[in-house]
């Protein structure tokens, strides 16, 4: 019980951190089942030159959407 006392501040930023994390983490999962995309597409994407080279895009699997 000594050692719970004297790091609960610790404890208790590791929880907020860990539940921020999921937050995150659960949010990003959501847009993934809705079809959203974090990111804008091969326009202004550093991969954009190497993403899909010689592919049709519905072939890419930066858009796998389409």
């Known amino acids: 019980m000594n050692w719970i006392t004297a790091n609960l501040g610790t404890i208790v930023v590791g929880f907020i951190l860990l539940a921020i994390v999921g937050l995150v983490i659960f949010y990003l999962v ?5 079809g959203i995309s974090q990111c804008g597409g091969c326009n202004g994407c550093p ?3 190497m993403g899909c080279r010689g592919m049709e895009e519905d072939q890419c699997y930066i858009h796998p959407e389409k």
């Open 30 to 34: 959501r847009q993934k089942q809705k």
């Open 47 to 49: 991969r954009a030159a």
